[in-house]
């Protein structure tokens, strides 16, 4: 059975620091961060002016405050930048004005070690939240930068169990190599939120009732995959039906070794896979945490701007999870 309560337990023991860039104009992330340091769960450290955010509220005395304009550091994060960008033609006059962009400041004191992880884009678009770490943190060891979405709640149909789902915020399009990549890291992050995978790569086919191009990268990315993760419970090509229903896999594909338990889906398609994780999220009543990004070197991770404080919370901890400990 799978409990949320567990990762919030495992996050507070890290202790990590997670730099919320969103605050001073965000009421959902301020109900957020007071419980998160309230309870413990990760560090907190916030962006903006102290003074103007103690006057709105004088809970935020006891928080942790940075601004970027008066940021002690300061020089040495826009060096960083300019650094990181001036091959792409970044000026170290630019890098000096982006700076003061809370998205940018905060991923740049992800990078420089200031903060462990970050959390935000409960106020802006996956592409502003992201941005700066797909330029300044980068990804690890060259792999693509993918997402998932971790779904759990009960229903009739989920009951106690979760779903990991990818990728539904990042890649559009991917090739078969990029899809076995992308269940690869997803097969790493279910086992983090404590689930032991079993991988269904999705199509509108099961085992060759339909052709096509679509089906053709499916069936490969599948094979790509059981290449390289033997000790991984997956199939593919397969319908959504047939990943998940008992009956139906037996009717559909009986020799599965899934028997329609899949828990980490999939997807062909960004667009097939944003469409069913919100799908699962308001028709189904679940709750969907995420996009969590899988493959940077350091944990920054996107809120969807219909997120609820108790997601924010729930994503901050999973973002704690992700920080590596230091030796």
Excluded at 162 to 191: E, F, H, K, W, Y
Aim: hydrophobic residues 40%; glycine residues 6%; contains cysteine.
């Amino acid at each position: 059975m799978f409990d949320i309560e567990n990762i919030l337990k495992e996050a507070k023991k890290k202790q990590k620091t997670i730099v919320f860039p969103e605050v001073s104009f965000s009421d959902r992330t301020m109900e957020a961060v007071k419980y998160l340091q309230k309870k413990h769960i990760v560090k907190v450290l916030l962006v903006g002016d102290a003074s103007a955010m103690i006057l709105r509220d004088k809970a935020f005395e006891k928080f942790d405050i940075v601004n970027p304009i008066t940021f002690p550091a300061r020089e040495k994060l826009v060096k960083t930048l300019y650094e990181k960008r001036k091959e792409k033609g970044l000026t170290l006059q630019q890098a000096d004005e982006l700076e003061k962009d809370p998205y940018y400041f905060a991923t740049l004191l992800v990078e420089c070690g200031y903060a462990d992880g970050m959390v935000s884009g409960a106020e802006c678009t996956t592409a502003t939240s992201i941005r700066p770490a797909l330029q300044i943190i980068k990804s690890r060891n060259k792999q693509p930068v993918s997402s998932c979405f971790l779904i759990y709640g009960k229903n009739k149909f989920l009951k106690n169990k979760a779903l990991v789902l990818a990728d539904c915020g990042i890649i559009q399009n991917p090739d078969a190599d990029t899809l076995s990549l992308i269940a690869t890291q997803t097969v790493d992050s279910a086992r983090m939120f404590g689930i032991e995978p079993k991988v269904a790569f999705l199509s509108y086919s099961t085992k060759g009732s339909a052709k096509g191009e679509d089906v053709e990268k499916v069936v490969s990315a599948c094979e790509k995959f059981k290449k390289k993760n033997k000790d991984v419970l997956c199939d593919g090509e397969m319908q959504f039906d047939a990943a998940m229903i008992e009956s139906v896999s037996k009717h559909k594909s009986p020799q599965s070794p899934l028997k329609g338990e899949a828990n980490v889906l999939v997807f062909p398609d960004l667009q097939s896979g944003n469409i069913c994780y919100k799908t699962m999220q308001y028709v189904g009543g679940l709750n969907a945490l995420g996009p969590i990004l899988q493959g940077l070197k350091k944990p920054v991770n996107d809120l969807s701007r219909g997120c609820s404080v108790w997601d924010i919370v729930a994503v901050s901890a999973i973002t704690a999870l992700q920080c590596e400990d230091k030796a």
